[in-house]
Structures are given as C-alpha cells and as structure tokens.
C-alpha cells in the first residue's frame, strides 16, 4: 500500500542554518506529493506540491523536488528562520486523488 | 487562500455531553474530512465525504458521526463525550482531481473532563 516515511525530529537549528527534512514515499502508480507546515496553535497550511516527477515545488524560501528514482520529496531551505518554528508534514496523495497520506511530522525549533 | 471554518476553536466539556464540533467551507469543494491529531501530532483520518449525502469512515475508528446535508458544511458529532475523545480536531475540504490538495481549517481543541 501506499506511505510515507519523514525523518524523526525534532530538529534544532540556529537561526541562517540550512534545513533538510527527509521524506520517502511508496506508493503504486503516480502520487502527487505534498509538504504542509502546522504552526502552533493552528490547522495545517499548504506549503508546497509537486504533481510530477522532476518538479520542483517551491514556496516561501522553501523547496523540494519530486525524485522518483529514490522515492523521495525531502524538504530543503537554504537559511531558516525562528518563525519557521513549527511541525512539518509530508504528503502523498494517490493517483487516482481518493486517498491523502501523511508522514508523521517533524517539529523543526529555530533558536536565534 | 483556502477559507474553511471550524468552530468552536477550543472547548471544554463535561463527560456525558453531547457534542457538536462545527466545519463550513465557501469553496464549493464536494471532498471533506475529520481528523484526529495526537499529541505526538500524526494525523488520523476518522470520517470522509465525496459528497452530499456521502460519509464514509475513514482509517481510524471513531465513536464520532458526521453528516453531509449541504456541500458547505460537515458536522461532527459525539453523543456522549469522555475523556478519551480529548484531542485536536482538523476539517478539511478538497477539490474533485488529480493532484488537488486539502486545505485545513484551523482546528478544534477539545477536552473532556
């Protein structure tokens, strides 16, 4: 069946360090993968997708690229910040777009 | 952006009451969905809608109901709260295709003394 697998956290960064959180997926057929953000306090934000293999889905300083060769989708940000404080989620949903699978999140803490 | 509402943001209840957790969305999206959230934060998918007059369970079982009467909106209800049912609820509402994403509400804190 379908899933997704995210690096354990959390992850705790200064503030300008480089950021990767890695996400591998499996999955039959095309998914389209997903990376949502949940900032305390509130519901989970869309952060970036990609729907094909070779995108790059990029969104507020944040990046991934769908890498279909090693089934991975890993999270990238070249200088975080403390307001990137927050727990991170990949997605998968499946080709037919009936099914959303999350990976079990990843609490990333920014200190300056 | 996405507008999807749930109400009450948090609530604290007594066992035995019944419950109504509210989730309304102005997009039109036939999909939409209750979640659990732990507190370790992994998400459990516990009810679905393709539709109106459509609700499935989802992968997590849950002593909750839904309803799907209009589009907007997808009621979750539990009839007799209990301390087991403290936990963050999300809605969420997505478009018919391939690829699209959902898009969350802010949640529902809910603690059951």
């Known amino acids: 069946g379908n899933s997704v697998t995210q690096m354990e956290g959390p992850v705790t960064l200064s503030e300008e360090a480089f950021l990767t959180i890695n996400c591998t997926y499996t999955?039959?057929?095309?998914?389209?993968l997903f990376w949502y953000v949940q900032y305390p306090g509130e519901g989970l934000q869309l952060l970036l997708k990609?729907?094909?293999?070779?995108d790059k889905g990029s969104n507020k300083g944040f990046e991934a690229t769908y890498r279909k060769e090693t089934t991975s989708f890993h999270l990238e940000k070249g200088s975080v910040q403390v307001s990137d404080s927050a727990v991170y989620f990949c997605?998968?949903?499946?080709?037919?777009?009936?099914?959303?699978?999350f990976g079990k999140g990843t609490t990333l803490s920014v200190s300056s | 952006e996405a507008d999807i509402y749930q109400t009450p943001r948090y609530l604290v209840i007594g066992t035995g009451k019944k419950i109504t957790l509210e989730c309304s969305q102005t997009?039109?999206?036939?999909?939409m969905y209750w979640y659990q959230q732990d507190p370790g934060m992994e998400l459990h998918l516990i009810h679905y809608?393709?539709?109106?007059?459509?609700?499935e369970k989802g992968d997590l079982s849950s002593e909750s109901t839904v309803s799907r009467i209009r589009t907007e909106h997808f009621p979750l209800t539990l009839e007799s709260a209990r301390p087991s049912h403290t936990s963050q609820y999300l809605c969420?509402?997505?478009?018919?295709?391939?690829?699209?994403?959902?898009?969350f509400g802010d949640g529902t804190r809910l603690s059951i003394l």
């Open positions: 969420a509402s997505g478009e018919t295709g391939v690829g699209q994403p959902q898009h």
């Open positions: 997009m039109g999206h036939d999909k």
């Open positions: 809608s393709y539709g109106v007059n459509s609700t």
């Open positions: 999955a039959t057929g095309y998914p389209s």
């Open positions: 997605a998968l949903l499946n080709q037919a777009g009936t099914a959303l699978i």
């Open positions: 990609a729907t094909k293999a070779d």
